[in-house]
């Protein structure tokens, strides 16, 4: 070892060698920490942007799951509707009532309470895409139950990246700006490239979920760094 730094990787490197040790990466920060359980662990203990990893972590992996699923998209607009339903219903006097849906907060709730029980059902993989709409369509809102899931993002040029080299740092790696002619166009024209716009090509949406949701969403390679 030459290097504060190589030593730290060769630790590194001896550690991921222990069969009884692991190490895991904070879904939200991206940072390296050590579980304090066997159990899978998805967040760190670190308090970023002034909030626990974990907390915001959890939050913001709701939204990612919602973003890319349809069927929870469809979910969140039949409960706005309900809302809305249920809004109008009681602010109409009795007697303005006749032609608006019947919607209580009786009924209201009881269609939250269902739907809350089928998407915990649907998350777990207990219930398709189709059969979830089935059951949160107690009104007969949906004039198709067809929403598939989307896929997650699976192997990128990042993923590749970050886990054959442990010292991976983004702001070395990639050059400040690159010019490219596409000689194969019918206009070939030079186009410019920067850091970030590399960058986020590499990770084709493989981002942590602070740099999504977070104070860094519009950041580039700040969290690039394992």
């Known amino acids: 070892m030459h290097s504060l730094f190589g030593l730290r990787l060769l630790e590194l490197a001896l550690y991921f060698q222990q069969d009884k040790q692991r190490i895991a990466r904070c879904e939200y920060c991206w940072g390296w920490f050590i579980p304090k359980t066997k159990k899978a662990t998805r967040y760190c203990d670190r308090v970023t942007d002034g909030f626990p990893c974990k907390k915001r972590g959890a939050r913001f992996k ?53 739907a809350r029980l089928a998407r915990m059902e649907y998350l777990k993989g207990k219930l398709t895409a189709e059969e979830f709409l089935q059951r949160i369509d107690t009104t007969h809102e949906l004039e198709s139950y067809e929403a598939g899931k989307a896929e997650l993002v699976g192997e990128t040029a990042w993923r590749h990246m970050l ?48 740099e999504q949701y977070g104070s860094g969403r519009s950041g580039g390679s700040t969290f690039g760094r394992p």
């Open 163 to 210: 886990a054959g080299n442990l010292g991976f740092d983004s702001e070395t790696h990639y050059p400040e700006m690159i010019q490219v002619l596409d000689l194969g166009a019918e206009e070939p024209e030079w186009e410019i490239y920067t850091a970030d716009e590399l960058q986020r090509e590499d990770q084709a949406g493989h981002q942590s979920l602070r």
């Open 62 to 114: 709701r939204n990612l799951v919602e973003d890319q699923d349809g069927a929870l998209k469809i979910c969140n607009q039949l409960r706005d509707r309900m809302y809305a339903r249920l809004l109008r219903w009681q602010d109409a006097a009795p007697s303005e009532r006749d032609g608006l849906i019947s919607m209580d907060y009786g009924l209201y709730e009881a269609w939250s309470e269902n």
